[in-house]
């Protein structure tokens, strides 16, 4: 039992999920939107999210909102690495989620952050991703 003081609520950190979305032309809008609703439920549930839109390269870092506008299909392949050396130096996320249709330029290098794959469906892939996968159900 404590004397003096006031009892307080517990509070626990939010955690903070970097979420890598691919905007190359091959990804389809349906697959993205699907994506995004998910995400949106994250939210929902009190989990801050950073969004990186990514094609050949970064193409940008922010805070997501639900309903954000994405830039869909702006061109190149796919390379996720320069986001994972982005991740990784500025070492503040909890987790990384990535989703994209699986057509990449060039094998994805291993993260050292717990990670899922999020792929648009089962098929083929260049490459054999580092992690967990699971499949978008439209």
Known sequence: KRYGTVPGKA?????????LLDISASMKEQSINSFLNEVDRLLERG???VLFQVDDRIR????????????IGRGGGTNFNQAFDYIEKEKK???LVICT????????????????????SRQDLPFLL???QAYLNH
């Open 47 to 49: 989990i801050d999210i």
């Open 60 to 71: 940008s870092v922010e805070p997501y909102r639900a309903g954000m506008p994405v830039r």
């Open 11 to 19: 509070v626990r950190p939010k955690a903070l999920l970097a979420i």
């Open 93 to 95: 996320f909890d987790g």
């Open 101 to 120: 249709d699986g057509m990449l330029q060039q094998r994805p290098r291993t993260i050292n952050l717990n990670h899922i794959w999020i792929l648009e």
């Open 130 to 132: 580092p992690g967990n």
